[in-house]
């Protein structure tokens, strides 16, 4: 699977678990809720520094986001 | 630590123990050396696109990649 939709997914996963909204997951992260969409979507070739943001967003370690069967 | 230095360091940890250049990590995950050298010294806000690049060159999973004292 395309790395852009898996991390895509995964995000959305995560988002789903803890019960926020995209905008809620953009303010946290300091980041722009579309682009938390774009992302979501597959659409964006995310870099190391915006995920960082989302995952400290989503309150998840770098290693525990990729230990998915998504990767 | 800045997540860019964070993930050179690991990047070039990796790739000593797998005992190969930087030149051969570049060949082998289809980037520029010089653009290997860059991230190993935490001057690239690395893409997930070549953060996978680089993983699979230097065969190993993403969460292990992560699975470290540096994140």
Redesign the interface.
């Known amino acids: 699977m395309d790395?852009?939709i898996a991390?895509g997914q995964r995000i959305k996963e995560l988002r789903k678990i803890r019960d926020i909204t995209q905008e809620q997951l953009a303010y946290i992260s300091e980041l722009d809720r579309t682009y938390i969409n774009s992302v979501e979507n597959g659409r964006r070739?995310?870099?190391?520094?915006n995920?960082?943001k989302i995952t400290i967003g989503l309150k998840v370690?770098?290693?525990?986001?990729?230990?998915?069967k998504l990767?």
């Open positions: 790395i852009k991390v070739n995310i870099s190391i520094v995920l960082e370690k770098l290693d525990d986001f990729f230990d998915d990767f």
